[in-house]
């Protein structure tokens, strides 16, 4: 499991995994934190720390603060399987555009549908072992 940093514009949240490793959290939130649920679901800053995964995050934060225009950037954790905030960053979730095209998922669901008509077309015609299937792969006899 990871963490995500999500920014909106208005609402910053930190989403952890379930199974984050104990080593990030403890990274990012000192050594007394290794567990999820040992986390403070109040809090609103990431503690200052001598880590170079803490420091980087801070940096983060600073920069989307700059941003906006103002001192401060309040953090809220979104633990999943937690805190409500979980729900949140799911809505912040976006797909990228890519110019129209299909996106992985879409492109596994084309071809897994072409192999079925593939296969369905084989077993029509009765034999099923002659001709050539799928982008010239033959097709299997079942």
């Known amino acids: 499991g990871g963490a995500y940093l999500v920014d909106d514009g208005q609402t910053c949240l930190l989403w952890l995994h379930a199974q984050v490793s104990p080593n990030l959290l403890e990274d990012l939130f ?12 109040f809090l609103s800053q990431l503690p200052v720390l001598e880590t170079h995964l803490n420091c980087q995050a801070r940096n983060i934060l600073a920069y989307w603060a700059s941003l906006r225009g103002s001192k401060a950037l309040t953090v809220q954790l979104a633990r ?29 669901v084309h071809v897994h549908r072409g192999i079925q008509l593939e296969l369905a077309g084989q077993r029509n015609k009765g034999d099923g072992s002659e001709g050539n299937g799928i982008a010239g792969l033959r097709a299997m006899g079942w």
């Not at 000192?30 to 679901?41: A, E, F």
């Not at 409500?84 to 996106?103: H, K, P, T």
């Open 30 to 41: 000192g050594s007394s934190h290794g567990s999820l649920q040992s986390l403070d679901p």
């Open 80 to 108: 999943q399987g937690l805190d409500g905030a979980e729900f949140e960053f799911a809505r912040l979730l976006v797909e990228d555009r890519n110019g129209e095209a299909q996106s992985y998922v879409d492109w596994l």
